[in-house]
């Protein structure tokens, strides 16, 4: 029994004039344990592909509907490189911008503090370059990426602070998409699908996070990227007064690449 849990030996110690000691738990937070998720093999990001390709696949056209937007919003997340959800659930249509012909997604940086995500202490966003395969993304869940439609909604979001038409979401544009959708349609759709293929060891719990991890993994073995141009793209965070306050460069050039790259790797079971 410890000091914290017996009474008498409790007040044998405050009599004493000693402070009870405190009982010492070993117990990790929950956050701890995703440093231990694994990052896929190629042959297992090809099996996830064509797992997700298949998802929802019916004779009923009348799901199709349904499932399209869920089929875009786990490609969206993957496409993208891993971001992290809550980044990606408060991309509006204001979100999508142009720099000399190219466009690109701004993403406020992530607190690193608190873990929420402010244009308030960082004022720099994070730029995603705006690949086709995630303009088809988006397009699936039902958001136009240029012209005249993209415009009225930008102006349409001017107009009032609680005007918000929001990207990633698959039943309703003008609410955030709920940070839970992705795991639970990776633990309810993905999951037993890749269990019954046996392509992951039976303690393997697949989730979201294990997409960040493999891009950083398998960018490096197949293609040697640049550790630097991974976490521009991954938004690791700026190091040092020279980065953060000096040097504007966002490598957007080199984030284009990584992801054009990257997305090679996911289309390559096509191939096989």
């Known amino acids: ?38 990052a896929l093999t190629l042959s297992q990001l090809h099996v996830l592909m064509s797992v997700i390709d298949g998802m929802g696949e019916t004779e009923h056209a009348s799901n199709v509907k349904y499932i399209n937007p869920r089929k875009a919003f786990v490609l969206f997340h993957i496409f993208s490189g891993g971001q992290r959800g809550t980044q990606l659930a408060r991309l509006t249509a204001s979100s999508i911008i ?19 995500v402010t244009n308030e202490k960082e004022k720099r966003p994070h730029l995603i370059p705006l690949t086709p395969e995630l303009i088809q993304c988006i397009h699936e869940m039902n958001t136009p990426t240029e012209g005249k ?16 038409h929001y990207l ?42 294990w997409i960040r991890k493999t891009v950083e993994t398998l960018m ?29 460069y966002e490598y957007l050039d080199q984030k284009r690449e990584v992801l054009t790259q990257w997305y090679q790797l996911c289309q390559g079971y096509k191939d096989e």
Do not use: C
């Not at 007040?11 to 440093?35: D, E, H, M, Y």
């Open 1 to 38: 029994t410890s000091f914290a849990e017996d009474i008498e030996l409790k007040t044998r110690w405050k009599g004493l004039g000693i402070r009870t000691p405190i009982l010492i738990q070993n117990k990790k937070f929950k956050g701890s344990a995703t440093v231990r998720d694994k």
């Open 98 to 116: 142009e720099r000399d012909g190219e466009r690109f997604l701004k993403a406020w940086r992530q607190d690193k503090t608190t873990g929420a």
């Open 149 to 164: 439609a993209l415009r009225e909604i930008k102006e349409w979001e001017a107009d009032n602070p609680k005007n918000r």
């Open 168 to 209: 990633w979401n698959i039943t309703d544009n003008s609410r955030p998409a709920n940070t839970t959708v992705l795991p639970k349609i990776y633990e309810k759709k993905i999951q037993p699908l890749m269990d019954k293929l046996e392509v992951l060891e039976p303690s393997d719990q697949l989730r979201p996070n």
């Open 220 to 248: 490096r073995s197949q293609f040697d990227t640049r550790p630097d141009h991974l976490g521009w793209l991954q938004d690791h965070g700026i190091g040092g007064v020279q980065n953060k306050h000096y040097n504007q």
